[in-house]
Nanobody, 124 residues
Framework: QVQLVESGGGLVQAGGSLRLSCAAS????????MSWFRQAPGKEREFVAA????????SYADSVKGRFTISRDNAKNTVYLQMNSLKPEDTAVYYC?????????????????WGQGTQVTVSS
């Protein structure tokens, strides 16, 4: 069993930055592909970024490429999402997710575990 707990969300002005963290339980965190998704009000949950088990591969949605950076610290069982140059359209609940089998899937159905989410609000 894996538990994921996100933190770091909040209210920020457009152009600002936030860093989200996702702390994971479980002894084999280093073998999971980890991703961030987000869900804005009235919209479906969408893929944001993914990172492989060994930290050598990352992928991003086009909407965040160049502004967001995903990283992980396997020693701390934590994955991060550094968000810079935030825009009002980045406002959403952000979720981290763990995939035991693969890296980089953009399909929610691929993921085995989800956190409870953290709210990010970007004001204009």
């Amino acid at each position: 069993q894996v538990q994921l707990v996100e933190s770091g969300g909040g209210l920020v002005q457009a152009g600002g930055s936030l860093r989200l963290s996702c702390a994971a339980s479980g002894r084999t965190f280093s073998s999971y592909g980890m991703s961030w998704f987000r869900q804005a009000p009235g919209k479906e949950r969408e893929f944001v970024a993914a990172i492989s088990w060994s930290d050598d591969m990352t992928s991003y949605a086009d909407s965040v490429k160049g502004r967001f950076t995903i990283s992980r610290d396997n020693a701390k069982n934590t994955v991060y999402l550094q968000m810079n140059s935030l825009k009002p359209e980045d406002t959403a609940v952000y979720y981290c997710a763990a995939d035991l089998l693969r890296y980089g899937s953009r399909r929610q159905e691929s993921y085995d575990y989800w956190g409870q989410g953290t709210q990010v609000t970007v004001s204009s």
